[in-house]
Nanobody, 122 residues
Framework: HVQLVESGGGSVQAGGSLRLSCAAS????????MSWSRQAPGGEREGIAT???????RYRDSVKGRFTISRDNDKNILYLQMDNLRPEDTGMYYC?????????????????WGPGTQVTVS
């Protein structure tokens, strides 16, 4: 079955940076649209960045200019570079995959999800 495994989370001070990775296996990775979502404590999971198979990206307004999503189709890895982190960025971060050809942040479109990695900004 499809596996997505996130890594790179941790604790960082406000203004710092982290890079998240998501390793994908058992799917034809290069054909999938990939995304990052996050869930703050007590909040709902929301999509924050997405990248299509051809590299088109889309971001939630709250992370634009600070986060960068990218993918390596040779290594089947998805990345999220997070700079200038804020306390409100704290939460569990998830990667997800969808067989769509447009950059969507809509959670319901994504079929496969990883278990998540925790990011804490203080």
């Amino acid at each position: 079955h499809v596996q997505l495994v996130e890594s790179g989370g941790g604790s960082v001070q406000a203004g710092g940076s982290l890079r998240l990775s998501c390793a994908a296996s058992r799917l034809y990775y290069s054909t999938y649209c990939m995304s990052w979502s996050r869930q703050a404590p007590g909040g709902e999971r929301e999509g924050i960045a997405t990248i299509t198979s051809d590299g088109t990206t889309r971001y939630r307004d709250s992370v634009k200019g600070r986060f960068t999503i990218s993918r390596d189709n040779d290594k089947n890895i998805l990345y999220l570079q997070m700079d200038n982190l804020r306390p409100e960025d704290t939460g569990m971060y998830y990667c997800a995959a969808a067989r769509i050809g447009f950059p969507s942040l809509a959670r319901y479109l994504y079929n496969y999800w990883g278990p998540g990695t925790q990011v804490t900004v203080s």
